[in-house]
């Protein structure tokens, strides 16, 4: 829905001189597909009038060049907008060569592309992409602890997803101990073993700590 609301922003859909449907294209890999095909399903509720959404796959990251060809073309015409799904090294790519193809389509991205490092990569080009993003922590005492105990290690922030990928490292960490059972010499476990784990380390009367 963050997504497609700022779609529609870019787009300016609904504004007088808006002449058609309100075109949209998105340029997607396989693991954003979910991603891709929920926008036309989250449209009607944001916007009434007519809409077109041309979803286009990366085939692989040489042939990115030629497929953003056929996004900026559209099926019938040309997108209003355009929106980059990928996961990172795709969508680095994506975006380098959109820039240098010298397309001026409003474009977005999702928040794959909300990593420190990869806006170190891609500099300049990054300016202007607006998208959605997650949270860095949760606004917690656990997501503050969070926040300060990577700042202490690292020396720097944390970015988007780390806090993420800590908990399930901690949670798969936790559930393996349990499923090795107790003792000096705890025995060693199976994948089967440690998704059993996963449900006996949280306590259900305790305190819900959500996640991140």
Do not use: C
């Amino acid at each position: 829905a963050v997504i497609a609301r700022l779609a529609l922003q870019k787009a300016n859909a609904g504004k007088p001189g808006h002449p058609g449907p309100l075109r949209i294209g998105i340029f997607a890999d396989g693991a954003h597909r979910s991603l891709a095909e929920a926008i036309p399903r989250v449209l009607p509720a944001l916007y009434q009038g007519p809409v077109v959404v041309d979803i286009h796959y990366v085939s692989t990251v040489d042939k990115i060049g030629a497929d953003w060809a056929k996004v900026v073309d559209g099926t019938n015409s040309a997108p209003d907008v355009v929106i980059v799904a990928m996961l990172p090294g795709k969508a680095i790519e994506a975006i380098l060569t959109y820039r240098q193809a010298g397309y001026t389509l409003p474009i977005l991205s999702n928040n794959s592309f909300r990593r420190d490092y990869i806006l170190r990569q891609v500099g300049a080009a990054a300016n202007g992409l607006e998208g959605s993003s997650v949270m860095v922590a949760d606004k917690s005492r656990s997501g503050a602890a969070f926040v300060n105990a990577f700042r202490a290690a690292t020396g720097h922030m944390s970015e988007v997803t780390a806090s993420g990928a800590y908990d399930s490292a901690a949670s798969l960490m936790l559930a393996a101990i349990v499923a090795g059972g107790e003792g000096p010499r705890p025995h060693a476990v199976t994948p089967a073993d440690i998704r059993r784990g996963l449900t006996r380390i949280n306590d259900k009367q305790g305190r819900i700590i959500r996640p991140t």
